[in-house]
């Protein structure tokens, strides 16, 4: 089998899994099993055809090595598995204790830890698909984290910075699922946008982590950069950004959603 073919292949199951369609090599094509009947079109875009003497969907192997999928399809960049280590190493970096405390429950102990992982981050604009949240938000931490070293003179929280950053867009985790059918929109979506579930688990999460005025300054603050990210209220932004950590959650937000996750799937 050629490296094209099987990388192909591989792909193919990756990006199908979640609609519960698998690929298999047979003697001389490459056959597609599982939930077939109801995405038939997109097998057909792809090349298959149905073979009605063995009631499958295949499609010769040298068809599926006239281009490569890889460059097709949106998918995550790295393996969720390393987009969460990298996550759980910036929230060790986090030293305050009310906001690392926070982080510590939202990722790694509470009803969150598993489906932010899991989750998209939109339905079809960008990063859509399986971990595109996660991917998401982990660029959002490394372009801001890069982005305040241009800024020494100005006093920038970096705590604050890798807080907001991870939690920018954690409403999402109630706005998409995973179907048979592909990414769909949930009943918290079609009724309120991300920021206000946002705003809703943050403040939810945070109530028994204030111990002091210190610490509602930090969350006020932590509120108003989820509050602001989006910038414009035609942008579904409340209101615009009101500190330097703020604008930079804002400006890496606008630039990861444009340019980092937005490579138009073509299934």
């Given amino acids: 089998m050629s490296e094209l073919l ?4 591989k792909h193919l199951n990756a990006t199908y899994g979640n609609i519960n369609i698998s690929f298999e090599i047979g003697r001389f094509t490459v056959i597609a099993k599982g939930n077939t009947y109801d995405h038939k079109e997109k097998l057909k875009d792809l090349g298959f055809f149905w073979n009605a003497n063995n009631k499958v969907w295949e499609i010769n192997f040298d ?14 960049f790295q393996t969720i598995e390393m987009t ?6 910036y929230i060790e970096q986090v030293s305050d204790k009310f906001l690392h405390d926070l982080l510590d429950i939202v990722f790694l102990k509470g009803e969150y830890r598993i489906s932010f992982f899991n989750s998209p981050g939109a339905k079809r604009y960008h990063h859509a698909y399986t971990g595109g949240l996660a991917e998401h938000t982990l660029q959002i931490v490394e372009g801001a984290l890069k982005m305040i070293k241009n800024y020494l003179y100005l006093d920038i ?9 991870l939690l920018h867009d954690i409403g999402k985790v109630k706005c998409y699922v995973n179907t048979s059918d592909g990414i769909q929109i949930t009943r918290y979506l079609e009724q309120f946008d991300h920021i206000v579930l946002g705003i809703t688990i943050v403040s939810r999460l945070s ?19 989820i509050t602001s990210h989006h910038n414009l209220k035609d942008w579904g932004s409340p ?5 330097p950590e703020a604008w930079i959650i804002h400006t890496m937000d606008q630039l990861s959603s444009k340019i980092g996750g937005t490579v138009k799937n073509k299934s």
């Fill in 6 to 9: 099987e990388n192909n292949i």
């Fill in 63 to 76: 068809k599926l090595m006239e281009r490569d999928l890889s460059k097709t399809f949106v998918g995550p």
């Fill in 84 to 89: 969460k280590k990298k996550i759980f190493d």
């Fill in 157 to 165: 929280n970096r705590d604050m910075i890798i807080t907001s950053a």
């Fill in 207 to 225: 109530e028994e982590l204030i111990h002091s005025d210190e610490d509602k300054k930090k969350f006020e603050h932590l509120i108003q950069i």
């Fill in 239 to 243: 209101k615009e950004p009101k500190s």
